[in-house]
Every structure is written in C-alpha cells, then in structure tokens.
C-alpha cells in the first residue's frame, strides 16, 4: 500500500458535479443572449476578438457552437447556393438566346445590384446575414427577369429588319412601363416588410431592404447601361431567331 500524501496533495474544495466533453477534450460550457438590436455575428465576432486579447492558456481555446454555429454553416450553404443560382441562370441564358455574350451583358446587373443592397443596408443600419443573402439570391431572379424583357423585345425588333441601336432604343421604350410596374409592385409588396411591421418582421427585415435597394439599383442599371453596353459590344450585329 502507498500512502496518497506521497502522490498528491489532498485538501478539501468545490468542484464540478459532472465532467463534461467534447471531442475528447474537457470543456466548459458559457452560454449568452443576444439582446434585440444586436446581430447575432456582430456579437460573435466581439466576443472573439475578446477572448485574443485576453490570451488563454496554453492547452485551452473557444469554440463556439449552438445558433453560432448554426448561422456559419448556413452562410455557407447559401453561398453555395448563390454561386449555383449564378451558374444555372447564365446555361439557362445562353440556350434561350443562343449566344455566349448576352447573357453576361444581362448578368452585368447582378454585382451592380449589390450596390444597391449594400447602401439599402447603411441606410437603415442593417447588417449582412442569412435572410440578406437569401434576399439577394431573391434579388437575381428579379434582375435576370427585367434583362429578358429588353432583349426579347430587342430581338423581335432586329427580326423586324431595324438597325441594332434602334431596336435596342424601342425595346428599351416599349419595355420601361412593364418593367417600371413589376418593380414599383415588388417594391410596394416589401416595403410594409421593411418597416418591420408585425410579429417576427424584425427577422425578415433584411431580406426585405436588400431586394428594394438592389432592385432600385438594378432597375436603372437595366434601363440605362444594358442597352449601352450591348450596343457598344455588338451582340445585335445580325438578327437572331428564337
């Protein structure tokens, strides 16, 4: 028998109950709110840069799980799905119109749109989340859409034996009323949204701002330098069928 007074010192104290881990590793668990106001990744993110500055020990470290760690791994889902909403529009694009280089004129509107998002958002002190970029992922179908009605209009003219920068100017008269109406409509069925009226609003409030800024944005970007910049490339050199 060794006696324990040779192994260990022994003295009474508090301890933990039970003995928690993960991963093989004894953790401890804090757990924290987020007070209505704050962003859930803003918070996060201090928090972080808190625990640097105060420095752990050597053999600990943070980790955080729960809706943290839910809200990162759904940021990288709707990445992904962003990037396949891009890649899905421009093959759909590029068969409906039978050219490589219309479809990046129409698509030249999406990253202008995010200008639009993003002074939506310092405007009324929003901030970047999951519900903005499911707004966004909203916002390139609306965009895409104002694009195919100026070049389809564009292309019936062209079969009509007009000039490429005539028919780009018509189609760009006929179409300002559909399309001036379809995002006037989008715009007025978000905006009770975007004031946050009702139960949970506050929730879906940035996806609301982040499609009427990129729309608005969008709008101008279709109307004005989408006929430009096709007439400038000449994409309607010779008339194309459907």
Same mark, same amino acid.
């Given at each position: 028998?060794?006696?324990?007074s040779?192994?260990a010192?022994?003295?009474?104290?508090?301890? @933990?109950?039970?003995i928690e881990?993960?991963?093989?590793?004894?953790?401890?668990?804090?757990?924290?709110g987020v #007070?209505?106001g704050?962003?859930?990744?803003?918070?996060a993110?201090?928090?972080?840069?808190a625990?640097d500055?105060?420095g752990?020990p050597p053999?600990?470290?943070? =980790?955080?799980?729960?809706?943290?760690?839910n809200?990162?791994?759904?940021?990288? &889902?709707?990445?992904?799905?962003?990037?396949l909403?891009?890649?899905f529009? &421009?093959?759909?694009l590029?068969?409906l119109?039978?050219?490589? #280089?219309? @479809?990046?004129?129409?698509?030249l509107?999406l990253?202008?749109?995010?200008?639009?998002?993003v002074?939506a958002?310092?405007?009324?002190? *929003?901030n970047?989340? =999951?519900?903005t970029m499911?707004?966004?992922?909203?916002?390139?179908?609306l965009?895409?859409?104002?694009?195919i009605?100026?070049?389809?209009?564009?292309?019936?003219?062209?079969?009509? *034996?007009?000039?490429?920068r005539?028919a780009?100017?018509?189609?760009?008269t006929?179409?300002?009323?559909?399309?001036?109406?379809?995002? #006037?409509c989008?715009?007025?069925?978000?905006?009770p949204l975007?004031?946050?009226? *009702?139960?949970?609003?506050?929730?879906?409030?940035?996806?609301?701002?982040?499609?009427?800024g990129?729309?608005? =944005?969008?709008t101008l =970007?279709? #109307?004005?330098?989408?006929p430009?910049?096709?007439?400038?490339a000449?994409?309607?050199?010779?008339?194309?069928?459907?």
């Amino acid at each position: 028998m060794v006696p324990l007074s040779q192994v260990a010192d022994v003295h009474a104290g508090v301890g @933990p109950q039970q003995i928690e881990r993960r991963q093989l590793e004894q953790q401890v668990q804090i757990r924290a709110g987020v #007070l209505p106001g704050f962003a859930m990744g803003d918070v996060a993110n201090a928090v972080k840069q808190a625990i640097d500055r105060i420095g752990l020990p050597p053999g600990y470290h943070a =980790v955080f799980t729960g809706d943290v760690q839910n809200l990162e791994e759904t940021k990288g &889902y709707v990445l992904s799905a962003l990037g396949l909403a891009v890649i899905f529009i &421009y093959l759909i694009l590029a068969s409906l119109f039978g050219s490589f #280089l219309q @479809p990046l004129a129409i698509m030249l509107a999406l990253p202008l749109s995010f200008i639009g998002v993003v002074l939506a958002l310092l405007v009324t002190r *929003g901030n970047m989340n =999951v519900m903005t970029m499911i707004g966004i992922i909203m916002l390139m179908g609306l965009v895409v859409k104002n694009g195919i009605l100026l070049i389809d209009a564009a292309h019936v003219l062209r079969n009509e *034996g007009r000039s490429p920068r005539e028919a780009l100017i018509e189609a760009a008269t006929i179409r300002l009323r559909p399309i001036l109406m379809t995002t #006037l409509c989008t715009v007025a069925g978000l905006f009770p949204l975007a004031l946050g009226w *009702g139960a949970g609003a506050e929730l879906q409030r940035p996806l609301a701002v982040a499609v009427i800024g990129g729309l608005a =944005v969008s709008t101008l =970007v279709t #109307l004005l330098l989408l006929p430009v910049g096709l007439d400038a490339a000449g994409t309607f050199s010779r008339a194309q069928s459907h």
